[in-house]
């Protein structure tokens, strides 16, 4: 489940989002100042900030601004009323990621949330390593560490696991897992797709019999959820 902190000082519009994201399947946070923001902003456990420039105690455009001179690199979408080209440029070269003015549709929010999302997951999976829940992933060294456990991968369950990061959230078939992967000259069963999330759980999963990130999609595949 992908974690959102709203950084919004009106109450009737982070009700609304809150509604809006829960039901599409977001874990939601939510701060009425830009000083409550901030600290929880830091804390690095969201996955997307949608932050109101117009906030009382610190405004919008300074929480931005502090995040990033904290190497902070969650991505930020700007919401604000002021609809010039110069705000919405502002906030971009501030470090902003996306922008929206109000009145927006919550469904266009939704879209690009979910776009920056798959944009941030895929560049997370280019890097050498990725935290999945409690777990590192070092593809350099074809490891998953876990505390003081660690655990090798081979070169498939690799490659599996990397088409699965770059496709968050989307269900994948297993026949899809087997062309991608294995390829049409060394077509096995679907059982062999079956073995290799098996074994990826017992190694990034907090409780295997009970997953949160490698989810089975009944009669069809799998997804992953960050």
């Known amino acids: 489940m992908s974690r959102i902190l ?37 804390t690095g456990e969201a996955d997307v900030i949608i932050l109101d420039v117009m906030l009382p105690k610190r405004d919008g455009t300074e929480v931005c601004r502090e995040l990033r001179a904290r190497n902070v690199e969650t991505p930020i979408i700007m ?18 990621d996306d922008y929206v003015t109000k009145p927006f549709s919550t469904r266009e929010l939704l879209a690009r949330t979910d776009a920056i999302l798959r944009r941030h997951n895929r560049a997370e999976h280019h890097r050498d390593q990725v935290r999945i829940g409690e777990v590192t992933v070092d593809f350099t060294q074809y490891m998953i560490v876990h505390g003081t456990e660690r655990h090798a991968l ?61 989810l089975m999609v009944r009669g069809v595949g799998y997804k992953f959820v960050p």
């Open 154 to 214: 081979t070169d498939r369950e690799v490659q599996v696991l990397r088409l699965f990061l770059d496709h968050p959230h989307e269900v994948i078939s297993r026949d899809r897992l087997l062309s991608d992967v294995w390829g049409y000259d060394a077509y096995p069963s679907t059982r062999t797709v079956d073995t290799f999330v098996y074994r990826l759980r017992q190694m990034i999963e907090p409780d295997p019999e009970r997953p949160a990130h490698l």
């Open 6 to 42: 709203i950084i919004e000082d009106e109450r009737e519009m982070v009700v609304g989002l809150r509604d809006a994201f829960e039901h599409h399947g977001f874990d939601v946070r939510s701060a009425r100042d830009g000083d409550v923001g901030l600290t929880l902003a830091l």
């Open 79 to 96: 919401v604000t009323a002021l609809g010039e080209e110069a705000d919405r440029v502002a906030g971009l070269e501030i470090g902003a």
